[in-house]
């Protein structure tokens, strides 16, 4: 039968002008680095799916919101600052657009902390002894805030539905042309991991280098040291242990993060000695559960 030849130039120039109009409406330029972007998401529905999980997380009946003082006041103070300069940035509208919120969750055994697309912001306890300082942790919330402002979410979101969408050409056109079902689907295997080892995983490394980048320069503006974020990234170096070669890992080395920082000061520095300086306090200090013998994701330095 001709079918299958007749579905080939019918079918694969048609996907792929479908493909390049998509590609080419979503193409923004990064504002501080000039990186060529890829968000098909509207910014409207990132933030409403950011104010969901936001929602999600605070009724979480595992999660316990901090109470004290102590730890909220340094989080909701930094936090102030960090917005305030985000308003002057590149980003300017996004972030007077941004429905800001700020919750510390009291969990002493996570280092993590994260901002969602529309301006909420989680800081976990946890996170203290890596940041030590109020500058420390304005270069984590910096760092956080550059993700949700940059869409890198939406980038990536964006990016896995034109990868799933070539698989799925992809799957189409093999089995239009006969041949071997298993090298067929060998074939298909190997593409995957092709896609993700060399598109989305290395994206996903250019979302954490650019948000380090910006992060830096935007909590060098809100008056902290931004010499800081050298010394926490050195701290989760020596908390985090084995971790996979950076080919396939989704985030740059610590060692990387720490050569790329140090190559950033002096750009960051300037910006940091013209600002109006933020108060340099101390942490409130934690005292972590000790840690499963075998290691959890929980218990990781997950800011990212």
């Keep these: 039968m001709a079918k299958p030849k007749l579905f080939m130039p ?131 919330m910096g760092h956080e805030v550059i993700h949700a402002l940059a869409q890198h979410g939406g980038e990536r979101m964006s990016q896995g539905l034109v990868a799933q969408v070539g698989m799925t050409a992809a799957a189409i056109l093999l089995s239009t042309q006969g041949g071997n079902p298993a090298l067929g689907q060998l074939g298909m295997q190997a593409m995957g991991l092709g ?21 830096v320069l935007l909590a060098a503006d809100a008056g902290y040291d931004p010499r800081e974020a050298i010394h926490i990234w050195e701290r989760m170096a020596a908390a985090s242990g084995d971790s996979p070669p950076e080919f396939f890992s989704t985030h740059p080395a610590n060692e990387t993060r720490i050569a790329d920082l140090k190559e950033w000061m002096p750009e960051a520095m300037p910006i940091y000695q013209r600002a109006r300086k933020a108060s340099v306090n101390i942490l409130p200090t934690i005292y972590p559960a000790p840690a499963p013998s075998s290691s959890s994701q929980k218990n990781g330095a997950r800011f990212r």
């Design 10 to 140: 019918f079918c694969t120039p048609l996907l792929w002008m479908m493909l390049f109009s998509v590609l080419l409406g979503g193409c923004q330029t990064n504002p501080y680095t000039d990186r060529y972007q890829f968000v098909m998401m509207p910014a409207g529905y990132m933030n409403e799916m950011g104010a969901a999980q936001y929602g999600q997380t605070l009724q979480d009946p595992e999660v316990t919101l901090s109470k004290d003082p102590k730890e909220i006041e340094p989080v909701k103070r930094v936090a102030a600052r960090i917005i305030e300069a985000a308003k002057r940035s590149k980003y300017a509208e996004a972030a007077k657009s941004f429905d800001w919120e700020v919750t510390v969750i009291k969990d002493d055994n996570t280092k993590n902390a994260w901002a969602l697309p529309g301006g909420k912001i989680a800081v976990y306890t946890g996170i203290f002894p890596m940041a030590k300082t109020e500058a420390g942790l304005a270069a984590i």
């Design 195 to 215: 896609v993700q080892a060399g598109v989305l995983l290395p994206f996903s490394r250019k979302h954490e280098s650019e948000a380090d980048y910006v992060g």
